[in-house]
């Protein structure tokens, strides 16, 4: 049995619970959601929900899913870039290509099979054996700073953190074409695509589905590479949707180069991935209450593309 923690944000309040579960967990449809309600697997504060909940401000979800029982979570001895450790928790700069935790096609190599290896059982046990201390992730191939909680302590807090939007996450991202704004704010709804549920789209205001989702960003440089018009730009996070700063630059007619889902389909650059990186990740220490930030430099294949900026 695999248990899952939920902590909605204030803009998921007045959701129904039904509704937010399947979009935060787009493996599973929503009559499967449902069905996972009505048989007692899910709870709000500790109490069975009901279907028709609508979410209030500081509700905690958990969620129980029957796992097949022949998965096995190794430790294993990977280069993890650790860029601070104390006993409550410790901070990564993960690689572009990583992914964060165990799921299905990928139950070795992770972020998490590295952690188990470096930390050992001193990982928060509140997202269950196949998410231990994993309080946010970033994309496969999305590289930069995550951090993962070593205590129950540590999770809750930095989860209420990430919930209330005071946790400070700046990315980094190059996009086709270059962008006209210096600068700007993305405040666009974002939920599943009704006809891929893999990916998020924007849609309209009002939408049930939709979820409030603000990007702020910020043009660092304007330049021509390999004959192509590409924008360095910075990018802060107000809210932290699946996807949403992909979505929103595509959204405004600057998608991110490398992108395989929402990128150009016939596009001069030949990468691993998404041009995106978590630069800068800031937050209270859990316990000491020092505000802490992490920068993680540009990877060098942003390096060579912004040339050197």
Known sequence: MENLNFYPD?????????????????????SSVQKFIENGLVSINNKQAKSNHKLKHGDVISVEIMEDERIDVKAENLDLDIMY????????????GMVVHPAKGHYSGTLVNGLLYHCGESLSGINGVLRPGIVHRI?????????????????????SQLSLHTMKRVYNAITHFHIKEDIGT????????PNERKKMTVLPIGSRSGKRAVTHY?????LIHNASKVTLVEVQ???????QIRVHLLSIGHPIIGDPVYGMEKSAFKLNGQALHARIL????PVTNEYMEFEASLPQYLVDISGGI
């Open 186 to 193: 993305i405040d666009k709804p974002i939920g599943r695509n």
């Open 85 to 96: 450790e104390d006993e409550h928790l410790v901070v990564v700069n993960k690689p572009q």
């Open 282 to 285: 800031g937050f209270v220490h």
């Open 237 to 243: 996070l107000e809210t932290g949707r699946t996807h």
């Open 218 to 222: 910020k043009v660092i440089s304007r």
């Open 139 to 159: 994309d496969r191939d999305t590289s930069g700073v995550l951090v993962i909680a070593k205590s129950n302590i540590a999770h809750r807090e930095l989860a």
């Open 10 to 30: 204030l803009n998921d309040i007045g959701s129904r619970i039904d509704v937010y579960l399947t979009d935060e967990m787009p493996e599973f449809s929503r």
